[in-house]
């Protein structure tokens, strides 16, 4: 029972990441129809920079832990937006009304691209960093087992859900989001009402790599190691959390995401471990089976 | 509100071998509601889709004046259009945002006026007052067109729940929250029974009184045409063929032959 608490506290903390992540495929593609297979390395290339910038403020001498956290958030979420938008931009934007497969195949190739970009700058070795914000608040101890909740995970958790009900503000509340909506649902309309599309889009990407560069940071500092290939695994399990979830729909990225986070825990924990992302992929080989839109998506119905 | 609003001039549009514009030249007055007539495949809705910048017409000139300025439309994308010529259009089949509500069609309209009050994003994020105005006046707009079109109890309704005539009236209000000169409507009537039909001329006549909108309207409801514009435009195989007030076009043997064809023809059939 113990070891159950303990394995849901790390499933919805993995699960959390992996939501973040999952909002950015889930929104690219109800904006323009497309996956955007690169946004796994814009997750990546947000934990370096955090890497990075960790790294110079310690050199720095900046000590005070929630400074530095903030000021390598605020630093990782302005350069993968710039990212974010320059994928658009260069790879998508003009493939735009070209066949259906253009853009996936040329998302594809920018993955292959930014991971052996960050490879050849960076290095092909592990990066790690000393662990930053430690300690754990102790839940349950029995003789033999302690169930702790570490602060690291709190502030994974409830950063999360914080942006996650920030950004649902955003898309229900705002004039962007009623715009991005719109765009979503009639682009051709919404430049006929002046909207500026391709600026919905950029923007679009923009904060999906913003949300991903929060991933890619708290994923660094949870583990403390990133290496050049770590985008594509948590890229590809984002992507199972937003078709699990029903691709297009965003609370069904947020859900998909600790379901999947929850699957991997569990079955790392009760079963082998190094069949975990077969069990994942299980699962969403199944829900595909029986139920195509994913859970909380909108079936396509065809007019006929 | 007198003058020339919209001229087209030497306006050709081809596809490949087909020319479905041929040297077309029309203009709308201010403050009238002009009609475009013609048969089926006369090159209608091309038109439309030249002066709201679908098409990049192959030859001639879209000029619209406003405010003493001059803008061709030829040469404008899609929602410049909109955000700077301020031209509005509805589609003949009905494309509205079917899942956001009846109130967010016709926010999401006043887009590029809440952009302006909100600073291109800065006064909007700090929930500055200058925005929260604007947002407020946009809402009280959008309450304004749900009163007149009778639809202010389906407000937080999703669009696509709407009945069809509710629909179209919603479109023709969402158009109009853009502050447009000219309202190209492509089709209003289609679909629509007597009655609402008969609604629809009421609708369109007081925009035109008081809201000051020219309107450009393409329809083959005989009714609605005759009934409520001050000028026809006849397209027959992309050409003009007459042009007119209402009860001169109706006399023309020209307009007459397009529609009904040539007497001999009919003789024989």
């Known amino acids: 029972m113990e070891y159950f608490l303990q394995q849901t506290i790390n499933g919805i903390t993995l699960g959390a990441v992996y939501g973040l992540i999952a909002i950015g495929y889930t929104m690219v593609y109800g904006i323009v129809g497309m996956i955007n297979f690169a946004h796994g390395e814009i997750y990546m290339i947000g934990a370096f920079i955090a890497v990075i910038a960790f790294t110079l403020l310690g050199m720095m001498g900046v000590t005070w832990v929630p400074a530095a956290v903030l000021i390598v958030l605020v630093t990782a979420m302005l350069f993968t937006a710039a990212y974010g938008w320059a994928v658009e931009r260069i790879a998508y934007r003009p493939l735009r009304g070209s066949f259906r497969l253009a853009p996936l195949i040329s998302a594809i190739g920018m993955s292959i691209f930014l991971q052996n970009y960050v490879q050849l700058l960076q290095g092909a070795r592990v990066k790690s960093i000393q ?14 087992f302690q169930v702790a909740v570490t602060y690291i995970q709190i502030l994974i958790v409830t950063l999360t859900i914080a942006l996650m009900i920030s950004f649902s503000l955003l898309i229900t509340r705002t004039r962007f989001g009623r715009a991005q909506r719109a765009c979503e649902q009639d682009q051709t309309m ?7 599309v391709d600026r919905t889009i950029s923007m679009t990407f923009m904060i999906g790599a913003i949300l991903a560069a929060v991933a890619g940071v708290m994923v660094t500092l949870y583990y403390g190691v990133v290496d050049f290939f770590i985008g594509f695994q948590a890229g590809i399990k984002a992507f199972a959390a937003a078709v699990l979830g029903g691709i297009g729909s965003l609370p069904g990225a947020m859900l998909g995401g600790f379901l999947i986070g929850l699957v991997e825990a569990y079955w790392s924990a009760y079963f082998s471990i190094e069949y975990k992302d077969i069990a994942t992929f299980s699962i969403l080989i199944l829900v595909l089976i029986f139920r195509p839109s994913g859970l909380l998506g909108r079936p396509d119905v065809e007019k006929v | 509100m ?51 910048g679908f098409y990049k017409p192959t030859l001639g000139r879209i000029a619209l004046a406003r405010d003493s300025a001059t803008f061709d439309l030829a040469q404008m994308s899609g929602h410049k259009i909109a955000s700077a010529a301020h031209v509005a259009r509805t589609f003949q089949n009905i494309r509205l945002f079917p899942r956001m509500t009846v109130l967010e069609n016709l926010i999401v309209a006043q887009h590029n006026k809440l952009m302006c009050a909100s600073g291109y994003t800065i006064a909007g994020l700090f929930g500055l007052p200058s925005y929260r105005k604007a947002e407020r006046n946009a809402v009280a707009k959008a309450r304004g067109w749900l009163e007149r079109i009778g639809l202010v109890d389906r407000a937080d309704d999703e669009a696509g729940t709407l009945h069809y005539g509710a629909q179209r009236k919603l479109e023709i209000a969402r158009a109009l929250c853009t502050d447009p000169v000219l309202l190209c409507l492509d089709e209003p009537a289609a679909g629509l029974n007597a009655r609402e039909s008969a609604e629809l001329n009421r609708l369109l006549l007081d925009i035109r009184a008081t809201d000051g909108v020219s309107l450009l309207l393409i329809e083959h409801d005989m009714n609605v045409v005759m009934g409520i514009s001050d000028h026809i435009v006849v397209l027959d195989y992309g050409k003009r063929i007459a042009n007119g007030t209402p009860d001169a076009v109706r006399a023309d043997p020209a307009v007459i032959r397009a529609y009904l064809g040539e007497p001999d023809a009919v003789e024989s059939a």
């Open chain 1, 131 to 144: 662990p930053i914000v430690t300690g754990a608040i102790p839940l349950i101890e029995t003789g033999h």
């Open chain 1, 190 to 196: 919404a430049a006929l009402l002046g909207i500026d």
């Open chain 2, 2 to 52: 007198n003058g020339v609003l919209l001229d087209v001039a030497n306006l050709t549009m081809r596809f490949g071998g087909l020319t479905a514009i041929d040297d077309l030249s029309f203009s709308a007055q201010a403050g009238h509601i002009t009609a475009i007539i013609g048969p089926n495949g006369a090159g209608k809705t091309t038109v439309f889709n030249c002066i709201t």
